[in-house]
Every structure is written in structure tokens, then in C-alpha cells.
T-cell receptor, first 116, second 115 residues
Framework: DTAVSQTPKYLVTQMGNDKSIKCEQN?????MYWYKQDSKKFLKIMFS???????INETVPNRFSPKSPDKAHLNLHINSLELGDSAVYFC???????????????FGQGTRLTVV | AQKITQTQPGMFVQEKEAVTLDCTYD???????LFWYKQPSSGEMIFLIY??????QNATEGRYSLNFQKARKSANLVISASQLGDSAMYFC????????????FGAGTRLTVKP
């Protein structure tokens, strides 16, 4: 009964390929996120969706495209992969923060993407 | 825009001693929430403790407590009686208006507990 699950856990691919990472949460949360953690462990927010609507879209190359078919799923598609895309990608979910700032984010186990 | 700063890339502590991990933040809004997460070497992100800007008391959760100094805009994590299993990356994070759903993280501090 994993709360936030990502697949795959590891992904090794060649430059130029297109790949997707899937994320599902069974917590009933309205808000989902994608974060990128680089080799220095810095966690950078990429996107956030609330009830299938994009609410945060950071400065990310447009090769990255999130898709939320429903509020329990948020997938990340990456086109034309580059060496610099190698990182750990975390999906997270939380209740709608709205007026309630004390909503923690629940994280998936991460997907380690290696581009060769 | 909100900003979180963790100035200690790495910290060492002797087992059973207490350690303080620093976090400062910058926001112009009086309403905000501060979080600490632990990331062990296995990679998962574990929520530890929360402090709201209007909370009158410092947050505590077991061996974790927050030294919240609002005027200095700092929310330092104190871990008492350190254990070997506390060795991990620790991240400070914040939510604040205008978009409360935007959760930003500091650069993290790597804590190593020595036996």
C-alpha cells in the first residue's frame, strides 16, 4: 500500500531518446509535484499540478512535459534526453495547501535517470 | 520570491550528543510554514517536523526540535542524543504565499554521526 509510487526506479538510456516516468498516489491528495535532485543533492521544483491543472511551471527546458490524466497520476515525459538530464527525479503529493501551510509533501522513492 | 539557505554542507557529531542544523529563510509574507526532511543514503525523503510562522511554541517531535527565531528568520533543527541512523542529508523547506503549494528546499546538510 505504497502512498506515492514511481516507475521505474532506475532508468538508463542513451542521449537523444525519449522516456517517461510515471507517478501515482493513493492518498487522495489534490496536488502533485515533480522535483529534480542533481548530483549535489539540490532539490529543485519543476512542476506542480492541482486536480489535473498545472499550477507551477518552473524554468525547465520544454523537452520536459508533465501530464496529469487524473489527480492521482502525474507523469513526466522527457524528449531528446541530454547528459545533463541525469539526476534523481522525485514525485510528491500533498493536500491542497491553500490556506493551510502545514501540509507536508509525501515523496515517492525517486527515479534515478542516467543518460549515457 | 521565497528563499531557503542552509550554510552547512556537512556536519559531524559524536553519537549520543546533540547537533544543530542551520536554516535561514527569506519571505516578505508574515504567514509561512517551515519543514524539515531527512534523506538517508537509501534515497527516500522522510518528513520530520513542521513549524508555522504563527506558532507560539517551538515544534518538537521526539528527538527532533526546532529552534525557531522569527526575528532572525531562522528555523534550526536540533537533534538530541544522536544515533548512527541519523546519518543522512537534512533539508529545510518552506511554503509561503502567494502560492502556498510551492514548496522550496534548501541545499541540504549532510550529517555524519560518529560512533
Amino acid at each position: 500500500d505504497t502512498a506515492v509510487s514511481q516507475t521505474p526506479k532506475y532508468l538508463v538510456t542513451q542521449m537523444g531518446n525519449d522516456k517517461s516516468i510515471k507517478c501515482e498516489q493513493n492518498l487522495g491528495h489534490d496536488t502533485m509535484y515533480w522535483y529534480k535532485q542533481d548530483s549535489k543533492k539540490f532539490l529543485k521544483i519543476m512542476f506542480s499540478y492541482n486536480n489535473k491543472e498545472l499550477i507551477i511551471n518552473e524554468t525547465v527546458p520544454n523537452r520536459f512535459s508533465p501530464k496529469s490524466p487524473d489527480k492521482a497520476h502525474l507523469n513526466l515525459h522527457i524528449n531528446s534526453l541530454e547528459l545533463g538530464d541525469s539526476a534523481v527525479y522525485f514525485c510528491a503529493s500533498s493536500p491542497w495547501a491553500g490556506a493551510h501551510l502545514n501540509t507536508e509533501a509525501f515523496f515517492g522513492q525517486g527515479t534515478r535517470l542516467t543518460v549515457v | 520570491a521565497q528563499k531557503i539557505t542552509q550554510t552547512q554542507p556537512g556536519m559531524f557529531v559524536q553519537e549520543k550528543e546533540a547537533v544543530t542544523l542551520d536554516c535561514t529563510y527569506d519571505t516578505s509574507d508574515p504567514s509561512y510554514g517551515l519543514f524539515w526532511y531527512k534523506q538517508p543514503s537509501s534515497g527516500e525523503m522522510i518528513f520530520l517536523i513542521y513549524q508555522g510562522s504563527y506558532d507560539q511554541q517551538n515544534a518538537t517531535e521526539g528527538r527532533y526540535s526546532l529552534n525557531f527565531q522569527k526575528a532572525r528568520k531562522s528555523a534550526n533543527l536540533v537533534i538530541s542524543a544522536s544515533q548512527l541512523g541519523d546519518s543522512a542529508m537534512y533539508f529545510c523547506a518552506m511554503r509561503s504565499p502567494p502560492n502556498n503549494n510551492d514548496m522550496r528546499f534548501g541545499a541540504g546538510t549532510r550529517l555524519t554521526v560518529k560512533p
